[in-house]
C-alpha cells in the first residue's frame, strides 16, 4: 500500500498567499525528493533533501525534511499563477535506495 | 539531447489487444522506470530495471511486463489490455547509482482501453 502520505489533495490561493503541502512516511527515508508537474505535463525534478532536518530554499520555495527523516514540507510563499500545477513529494525507498514512492499529490490553483 | 522520449503519445486499444510501449533516454543513465498516473492516485511504479540485463516488480506488476533491451531502451508491453489499464504511463530514468537520485521523466502516453 501507499507507503508516503500527501496533504492536502487540493488548494486554491488567492495570488500573493502561502501554500504549504506536507509529507509523511511511515518509515524512515533514505532521502526525499519534491517534483513538480505543471498541467497536461510531465513530473520535473525540484530538489532533493539528504540529511536529517535539512532546510533548502529555491527562491520563494522551501524544503524541509524532518528530524526523524518520515516527512517532509514544501513551503511556497507569496503564490503567483506559474506556480499551478501538482506537487509530489517522493521518498527513496528499497534495498538498493533506487525506488521512489510518491505521494498522491497536492493540486495548486491560485487565482489571480 | 532529447533527454527521455516515449512513443506513441496517445493510445486507444480494445479489450484484450496487445502494444509495447517504448521508452529511450540518451542521457547514459543505468536506472530506467515504467510509471502510471491516475486521477488521485500519484505515480505507481510498474517496473524497473536497476541497471543493464535486470528487472524488478514495482508496486502494480500485474498484466504488464517490460524488457530492457540496451542501456538506452526500456519497453512496457501490455499481452491482453484491460479497461483497468486505462491510464497515463511515464517513463523515467536515472543515474543510480551515482550521485544524484533524481529522476527524468519522458512526456507520458496517454493510454485508453475500451
Known amino acids: 500500500g501507499q507507503q508516503v502520505m500527501q496533504i492536502p489533495q487540493y488548494q486554491h490561493v488567492q495570488e500573493g498567499e502561502d501554500f504549504t503541502t506536507y509529507c509523511n512516511s511511515s518509515?524512515?527515508?533514505?532521502?526525499i525528493q519534491w517534483y513538480k508537474q505543471r498541467p497536461g505535463g510531465h513530473p520535473v525534478f525540484l530538489i532533493q533533501?539528504?540529511?536529517?532536518?535539512e532546510v533548502k530554499k529555491q527562491k520563494r520555495l522551501t524544503f524541509q525534511f524532518g528530524e526523524a527523516k518520515k516527512n517532509s514540507s514544501l513551503h511556497i510563499t507569496a503564490t503567483q499563477t506559474t506556480d499551478v500545477g501538482t506537487y509530489f513529494c517522493?521518498?527513496?525507498?528499497?534495498?538498493?535506495?533506487?525506488?521512489?514512492?510518491f505521494g498522491a499529490g497536492t493540486i495548486l490553483r491560485v487565482k489571480s | 539531447n532529447a533527454g527521455v522520449t516515449q512513443t506513441p503519445k496517445f493510445q486507444v486499444l480494445k479489450t484484450g489487444q496487445s502494444m509495447t510501449l517504448q521508452c529511450a533516454q540518451d542521457?547514459?543513465?543505468?536506472?530506467m522506470y515504467w510509471y502510471r498516473q491516475d486521477p488521485g492516485m500519484g505515480l505507481r511504479l510498474i517496473y524497473y530495471?536497476?541497471?543493464?540485463?535486470?528487472?524488478d516488480k514495482g508496486e502494480v506488476p500485474n498484466g504488464y511486463n517490460v524488457s530492457r533491451l540496451n542501456k538506452r531502451e526500456f519497453s512496457l508491453r501490455l499481452e491482453s489490455a484491460a479497461p483497468s489499464q486505462t491510464s497515463v504511463y511515464f517513463c523515467?530514468?536515472?543515474?543510480?547509482?551515482?550521485?544524484?537520485?533524481?529522476?527524468?521523466f519522458g512526456p507520458g502516453t496517454r493510454l485508453t482501453v475500451t
Open positions: 523515467a530514468s536515472s543515474d543510480f547509482p551515482g550521485l544524484s537520485y533524481e529522476q527524468y
Open positions: 518509515t524512515t527515508l533514505s532521502n
Open positions: 533533501l539528504v540529511k536529517s532536518g
Open positions: 517522493a521518498g527513496l525507498l528499497g534495498e538498493y535506495g533506487n525506488k521512489l514512492v
Open positions: 542521457m547514459n543513465h543505468n536506472s
Open positions: 530495471s536497476a541497471s543493464e540485463g535486470t528487472t
